[in-house]
């Protein structure tokens, strides 16, 4: 099946309010997805997809968890929000065995931007096999409004076979212990981000990008290849002024950012991690810009002319 959450696949913001009690249905799933092209894996999950579902609160909301490990999984799994106050972010409550359900719940006290993941030991396998998602907690005063709002997450996966195998692919504990990956991915899977799961916006108008690291293990340096970010939550926080004008963003496993930018030139324009090695593994997406062309931002003149420049550097004869 088809485990990538769509970049677009999150909640709206949020309309001025007074504290709610936000519900969120978290159901564990173990699936065989498509990792590869002629590649699958036996992913573990939250609602089908990675990430899980992105979930929307405000400051002062009640979030009122509740997850079900379905009958047929074959571990039992549980969730840690990192936006929650208490005793192992919910995992202890939320220890279940296939068949059970398990709640709990917690107030929002901090804004920003959050990972969610399984915390069954040994917890860095349950989030290699696809078991993390994002919630944010918006402040009380919203953010600026932007035209476009995309989810995206970064992860790693470790097969016992090479990268580029085919067929049904397994885990290996002993390359995850090593922290060895094979597989680096955008929302589950090799290049899913491209294609149909493209994120794509018009010239003119203004994006967000909430971006979250699964991990488990590798920091993320968060860069999309021509263009400029605005502004940068750095570490999702709220309450420190937002970096200006920034081109690349460390994001730590476990921890998020928010980006913004304006979108003035049309094109393709490349999601990585700058750690560019791990774009042959797999960690590339796209973002696709449509309208009209500004060459005096940007221009670039086609030539049918044989390159200048030999390899060493010296001119071509």
């Known amino acids: 099946m088809d485990?990538?959450?769509?970049?677009?696949?999150?909640?709206g913001p949020l309309v001025a309010r007074g504290p709610e009690t936000i519900k969120v249905g978290l159901e564990t799933v173990e699936v065989t997805g498509a990792l590869a092209d002629g590649a699958t894996y036996h992913y573990w999950t939250f609602n089908r997809k990675v990430p899980g579902p992105f979930v929307r609160a405000r400051v002062?909301?009640?979030?009122?968890?509740?997850?079900?490990?379905v009958d047929d999984s074959t571990e039992p799994h549980s969730v840690d929000?990192?936006?929650a106050t208490g005793p192992g972010g919910g995992g202890a409550a939320t220890h279940a065995q296939p068949g059970e359900a398990k709640s709990f719940s917690f107030k929002a006290l901090k804004p920003g931007l959050y990972v969610y993941h399984c915390a069954v030991p040994l917890a860095a396998e349950h989030i290699a096999n696809g078991m993390y998602g994002l919630i944010l907690v918006e402040p009380e005063e919203a953010l600026p409004a932007v035209d476009r709002e995309f989810y995206v997450m970064q992860g790693e996966i470790y097969t016992a076979e090479e990268f580029g195998s085919k067929g049904m692919l397994t885990g290996s504990v002993d390359r995850l212990l090593d922290e060895q990956p094979e597989y680096y991915v955008f929302n589950g899977a090799a290049e899913a981000l491209t294609g149909d799961h493209a994120l794509r916006a018009e010239v003119g108008e203004t994006v967000r990008?909430?971006?979250?690291?699964?991990?488990?293990?590798?920091?993320?340096?968060?860069?999309?290849?021509?263009?400029?970010?605005?502004?940068?939550?750095?570490?999702?926080?709220?309450?420190?002024e937002p970096m200006s004008d920034v081109a690349t963003v460390s994001v730590p496993p476990g921890g998020a950012a928010v980006v913004d930018l304006t979108l003035e030139v049309p094109g393709e324009f490349l999601l990585v991690d700058h750690a560019l090695s791990r774009a042959?593994?797999?960690?590339?997406?796209?973002?696709?810009?449509?309208?009209e062309d500004a060459?005096?931002?940007?221009s670039a003149t086609?030539?049918?002319?044989?390159?200048?420049?030999?390899?060493?550097?010296?001119?071509?004869?």
Do not use: M
């Not at 485990?3 to 909640?11: H, N, Q, S």
């Not at 002062?60 to 490990?69: P, Y």
């Not at 042959?280 to 309208?291: H, Q, W």
């Open 280 to 291: 042959a593994r797999g960690l590339v997406g796209k973002l696709v810009v449509e309208g």
């Open 60 to 69: 002062g909301d009640t979030v009122e968890v509740s997850l079900h490990n």
């Open 302 to 317: 086609e030539s049918s002319e044989p390159d200048q420049l030999e390899s060493h550097g010296e001119p071509a004869h």
């Open 209 to 240: 990008i909430y971006f979250g690291v699964g991990g488990p293990n590798k920091s993320s340096s968060f860069h999309v290849i021509g263009e400029i970010f605005d502004k940068v939550y750095n570490l999702a926080s709220f309450a420190t």
């Open 295 to 298: 060459p005096a931002i940007f």
């Open 81 to 83: 929000f990192h936006a």
């Open 3 to 11: 485990i990538v959450r769509a970049p677009t696949d999150l909640p």
